[in-house]
């Protein structure tokens, strides 16, 4: 008898060992042909799974589309709602320029004719009392203006070359005699520099400053100097009040913050008005003060390197006048009756003959009707029924034979209106008028 008859339990041990050494070789040989990038099954294994990929990868970027849909759409919205808030403000800040100022303009005329007439002795107080009410008005109506027109993005920097003399001066012929009433020193340095800035903005800086100083200083003075550091110009306007702590330096630059009591007066909105034109301009602004000795404002403004620029442009109104206005045929368009009045009773005062007229038509009208021609023509801008002060006296020029000059009168201080008017050859004075510098403006034209 064999042996594997003999013992059959060994020899179906060793099969077995065999075959589960086979089944080991073909399922290695499996796994790796499964592994094999070539082999078909792997392949659609593969396609199956970058296909959920990009199924998922898909539906992930509609719903990023959506969401991008729906942000560009309230976007959109946004960006609508802010632009009818700017016009709203622009038209709002145009109302007020025009519908605010007006009363204030004929009063201040009003006011201006009144001191002129010979009154009791007793009324001069009250006079010069309502007179500086008005003023003060007035200021605070430009400053809320201003801070207005800055904060809805309606006054925007015209920066061009010029002489910093031309800005200066002016002011200093403003300031002197204020500064005198008060039995103060102001000293303005001159210089030769030319800078890059726009001139109005910048005029309106120094304007500010040189008023807080006068109203914070009770004794002593006030002076503008000029300092060159490397390519600025560094405009310094220094004090003798009662100085600036440390810890309030920041705040008399926000709204109604004042540097000391309430003594002094005032609104505290100048320094904001400065902060925010200033960096409108992109012009630094700094500060340095001792409590108890004064305090020094500081402008840095752009110098320019050729110094080749016309000087500054500003109203002729500020050179004082050397020749008057009496005999004067004025023909005066005005809608505004009070301002009319005001206007004309001023006008007479000074010795001159007038014509008025609330529109073009009417005034057109009243020449016919004269045989005098005028010698100077005042206008509104703004007339009823849309008529607009620079056709009209365009029109009443050309139907006269001979060239009358002509000035705007306006409570409208926005950009355009002092663009059309310098690209017309026009003069401008804003509302409310000074009556020196209605005088002096209409002197220089008749002269």
């Known amino acids: 008898m064999r042996a594997a008859e003999l013992d059959p339990i060994k020899h179906l041990t060793l099969e077995n060992a065999k075959l589960r050494k086979i089944n080991s070789a073909l399922m290695s040989r499996v796994e790796r042909a499964m592994d094999h990038p070539s082999n078909e099954f792997s392949l659609f294994e593969v396609a199956i799974a970058l296909d959920n990929r990009v199924r998922r990868r898909t539906m992930e970027l509609q719903a990023a589309l959506r969401s991008v849909e729906r942000t560009n759409e309230a976007l959109k919205k946004a960006k609508l709602r802010a632009d009818q808030a700017n016009s709203f403000k622009s038209t709002f800040l145009a109302f007020v320029s025009h519908d605010l100022l007006q009363p204030l303009n004929a009063a201040k005329l009003s006011l201006s004719a009144l001191s002129e007439l010979e009154t009791h002795p007793s009324s001069a107080p009250f006079v010069r009392q309502v007179d500086n009410a008005l003023v003060s008005l007035e200021d605070?109506?430009?400053?809320?203006?201003?801070?207005?027109?800055?904060?809805?993005?309606?006054?925007?920097?015209?920066i061009c070359a010029f002489e910093i003399d031309g800005v200066v001066e002016p002011l200093r012929l403003e300031f002197e005699p204020l500064a005198a009433a008060r039995g103060l020193k102001l000293r303005v340095r001159r210089s030769d520099a030319v800078v890059r800035s726009d001139p109005l903005m910048l005029r309106r800086i120094l304007q500010n400053l040189?008023?807080?100083?006068?109203?914070?200083?009770?004794?002593?003075?006030?002076?503008?100097?000029?300092?060159?550091?490397?390519?600025?110009?560094?405009?310094e306007v220094s004090d003798t009040g009662p100085g600036i702590p440390a810890d309030r330096r920041e705040a008399i630059f926000e709204e109604f913050q004042r540097g000391a009591t309430n003594d002094y007066g005032g609104f505290g909105l100048g320094l904001s008005i400065v902060r925010r034109l200033a960096r409108a301009l992109e012009h630094p602004i700094g500060l340095s003060s001792r409590v108890g000795f004064g305090s020094t404002f500081s402008v840095s403004v752009p110098l320019e390197a050729a110094r080749t620029a016309p000087p500054a442009a500003h109203s002729s109104a500020t050179t004082p006048a050397t020749y008057g206005v009496d005999g004067a045929t004025v023909l005066l368009i005005e809608n505004e009756p009070s301002v009319t009045q005001a206007m004309r009773t001023l006008l007479e005062r000074w010795g001159c003959g007038v014509m008025t007229a609330a529109s073009g038509v009417q005034a057109r009208d009243r020449l016919r009707e004269s045989e005098r021609r005028p010698d100077l023509i005042i206008a509104d801008l703004h007339l009823d029924n849309a008529e607009n002060g620079f056709d009209v006296v365009q029109s009443i020029q050309s139907d006269i034979d001979i060239p009358v000059p002509a000035f705007i009168v306006t409570a409208d201080h926005s950009e355009g209106v002092s663009a059309e008017a310098a690209s017309l050859g026009f003069e401008i004075l804003r509302k409310p008028v000074k009556p020196a510098e209605l005088r002096a403006l209409m002197a220089y034209l008749l002269a």
Do not use: E, Q, W
């Not at 040189?210 to 405009?235: C, E, P």
């Open 140 to 158: 605070l109506i430009r400053t809320l203006l201003d801070i207005s027109k800055l904060d809805a993005g309606v006054m925007r920097p015209d």
């Open 210 to 235: 040189l008023n807080n100083a006068l109203r914070y200083s009770r004794r002593g003075g006030v002076l503008l100097g000029f300092r060159k550091r490397g390519d600025l110009l560094r405009i």
